[in-house]
């Protein structure tokens, strides 16, 4: 049997950004089953603070500070978010090894008052069924943060060596685009975990 060429498809280009990328839809079909966790472990908060009278249980309410904080520092993160998304779809290097180091920077100082978060809860995590869906909760976003954290990392430094162009600014493309969905899922969760127990 002879093979023959239908077409030459040698000049189509080899990445794509948004929706025209296969990983984009990966990341979208993330963020739906994460975003199903987190509406999860929310409702299963709001059904038990419905049971009980008293909320928080035998404790008091945790430490506003550090939630206030990490959502300031989210919120001002999606400015150089937003331009590092657009740096990569003009593929312009050195805006975006810049403003990839930018995310790096505020990405980790949010790891760090998440640490901080932690601490000053008022209760453990195994103390009572208050205690555990605040650090189910509180853990499951700073998996999150963690992970695109990392990413963002990895990007930034693959960014500053001959790897950096072609198909990695649709990488950091699609890790903007994540990170849009790390700081969306935190609000709800603050609202829940500051302002329900003060309600």
Do not use: C
Not at 34 to 49: D, I, N, P, R
Not at 58 to 75: C, F, H, Q, R, Y
């Amino acid at each position: 049997m002879k093979m023959r060429a239908v077409a030459d498809l040698s000049g189509l280009p080899t990445y794509a950004f948004g929706s025209r990328s296969p990983i984009w839809w990966g990341t979208l079909g993330f963020v739906a089953i994460e975003g199903m966790g987190f509406a999860l472990a929310v409702g299963s908060y709001l059904y038990l603070h419905h049971l009980n009278p008293q909320w928080p249980l035998s404790a008091d309410p945790p430490n506003p500070w550090p939630g206030v904080i990490l959502t300031l520092l989210l919120l001002a993160s999606l400015w150089p978010n937003r331009l590092v998304d657009k740096a990569a779809h003009e593929e312009n290097l050195a805006a975006v090894r810049r403003l990839s180091v930018i995310m790096s920077v505020m990405g980790l100082a949010a790891i760090g008052v998440r640490l901080w978060e932690f601490g000053v809860l008022h209760v453990r995590w195994d103390q009572n069924a208050y205690g555990s869906l605040t650090w189910l909760m509180l853990g499951l976003h700073a998996t999150h943060l963690i992970t695109d954290v990392g990413d963002t990392l990895v990007l930034t430094a693959l960014m500053f060596t001959r790897h950096g162009q072609g198909k990695r600014f649709s990488d950091v493309s699609d890790n903007a685009f994540y990170w849009y969905f790390v700081v969306g899922a935190w609000l709800p969760i603050f609202l829940v975990v500051y302002g329900i127990p003060r309600w």
